[in-house]
């Protein structure tokens, strides 16, 4: 058996699962790029992904004898000190889900058998003269460099984050906690380990409330919020006597995904207004009502709005007659249905959330890679928010809430977007400077719309949407232009 070509074919299949590990479970489930605590973690798979790239590379096309060998040697027992320090760091500071567990652990097996059928063939390289001899293997030899090429940009990106995580982590003192309410109240939260809902449970905890978080991973979220939360994968688990003074609503499977197939499209009603629908029954049961529920709603509401139209839609625009639309205005309906109960709902309509998760990450790649540009004609609006705002705008609408304690309970709705909207274009030459990367690349519109679908329009058009209440009440945005939302995240 050729011990060398058995290797490099197990390499190849090492290429592969690393990339989906690295694409599925550390940029788009676990967004490591974007977790503080991630800084050592991104540091090891940095380093890990420039050593792989260099044996992808290297033994794809060559085999190394005499000194060479030795070095190989030597490269392959660093991998494997950093492999081990990788599993120790990951358990300290995570809890990673089963996939990725089962995914590491296949990692670990190939990559310990194709070192071992390396290895197998030190003693013949080492005994030849020292030299890299050129060995092609056909295709194989062009897939691992092909890999080496991928591996070595993902080790930049990882080295790159672990970097921009230090200098975030050490920019002074603290901000001030944000202020909900002077009283300490207990808050139900769903949707509260997703990126909006992490942000929100650290602030509240921060400001002494009590969190009560509804997940579908209860373990995962307890280790999330290092045990201070109360985690349930269900309403039933909280009493009707249990005392709950604030729900915010933020729970729902991801918008951007899969085709809006009609089964697609019955999932992300279950866990939007199916769910809103759980939390509006328990309300009704409950001993104690909560004074104020928060619910998380989208400027999808709105439909899309034909480039070259630059109206600004404020909360009294209409919806349209398409799924997105339709979605956002029965999640809505859902969550007012609390308000005879005695509970105040607010209806928040999100623009695109920016900070570091989410979609902004993604949305930055292509820009990080040089290849930033217009989308289609690029004159489509975006409107947007920084993630600070919304838990910043959430605390202004709980205090305007206990401020009007007494008063009639109804159902009020806010835009929550940034004053400043911008084009498709605009947000990528602004991103474009701020990193200075060039901003040239256009790339068409109807792939997406062939691939997507009516989901395309999310992308390929948009909504010009003012926050019009929030002014009206005074709110301050902390971010009211992209340049300075988008340098908060460099």
């Known amino acids: 058996m050729n011990t060398h070509l058995l290797a490099l074919q197990l390499m190849a299949a090492q290429g592969c699962l690393g990339a989906f590990d690295t694409l599925y479970h550390h940029e788009l489930t676990e967004a490591l790029p974007q977790k503080p605590g991630a800084r050592l973690e991104l540091g090891i798979h940095a380093t890990r ?99 080496g090429v991928g591996v070595g940009v993902s080790g930049l990106r990882d080295g790159m984050a672990a970097l921009r995580l230090g200098r975030v982590g050490g920019q002074g003192v603290a901000e001030a906690p944000i202020a909900f309410d002077e009283k300490k109240r207990t808050v139900l939260v769903t949707g509260a380990t997703g990126f909006i809902g992490r942000q929100l449970v650290r602030a509240l905890l921060q400001d002494g ?57 019955a999932a992300l009603r279950r866990s939007r207004i199916g769910l809103t629908g759980q939390v509006v029954d328990w309300i009704a049961l409950a001993e104690h009502k909560p004074f104020l529920m928060l619910s998380a709603s989208a400027i999808g509401y709105y439909g899309i709005q034909r480039t070259g139209d630059a109206t600004e839609l404020d909360e009294r ?31 928040m309509r999100f623009g695109l959330v920016l900070g570091m998760a989410g979609a902004l990450p993604m949305m930055l790649l292509p820009i990080l890679l040089g290849l930033g540009g217009r989308l289609a004609s690029g004159k489509q609006w975006l409107s947007w928010i920084h993630v600070d705002d919304v838990v910043r705008g959430m605390a202004h609408r709980w205090r305007l809430a206990v401020g009007q304690a007494g008063a009639a309970p109804g159902m009020g709705v806010s835009n929550f977007t940034a004053p400043e909207c911008v084009t498709q274009l605009g ?64």
């Not at 995962?220 to 939360?229: E, L």
């Not at 999310?458 to 939302?485: C, W």
């Open 209 to 265: 409330h009590e969190v009560i978080a509804l997940t579908r991973q209860p373990r995962q979220a307890a280790w999330t919020f290092d045990g201070k939360v109360r985690c349930i994968a269900s309403m039933q688990e909280v009493s009707p006597a249990c005392r709950v003074d604030v729900v915010i609503n933020l729970a729902g499977a991801r918008i951007l995904g899969p085709r809006w197939t009609a089964k697609r499209q």
């Open 49 to 147: 992904a420039l050593i792989y790239a260099l044996l992808f590379i290297g033994l794809a096309y060559w085999e190394w004898h005499g000194v060479f060998a030795v070095a190989l040697l030597a490269i392959f027992a660093v991998e494997i000190v950093l492999t081990l320090w990788d599993f120790v760091v990951e358990d300290r500071t995570r809890l990673l889900p089963p996939t990725e567990r089962v995914t590491h652990t296949v990692l670990a097996i190939n990559g310990g058998a194709f070192i071992t059928l390396l290895a197998m063939n030190f003693p013949g390289w080492y005994a030849e003269p020292t030299a890299l001899v050129w060995s092609p293997q056909g295709w194989l030899s062009v897939f691992l460099a092909l890999c």
């Open 317 to 347: 625009a209409p919806p349209q007659a398409m799924f997105m639309s339709d979605l956002c205005r029965e999640w809505e309906q859902a969550a007012g249905a609390a308000a005879q109960y005695g509970t105040q709902v607010e209806c």
């Open 427 to 490: 947000f990528s030459q602004a991103a474009a400077r701020i990193w200075h990367r060039p901003c040239v690349m256009p790339t068409p519109g109807w792939p997406m719309r062939l691939a997507l679908g009516e989901q395309a329009d999310l992308l390929l058009e948009g909504q010009r949407v003012a926050p019009k209440r929030l002014q009206r009440e005074g709110f301050v945005f902390r971010y009211p232009g992209i340049a300075a939302a988008l340098q908060s995240v460099k």
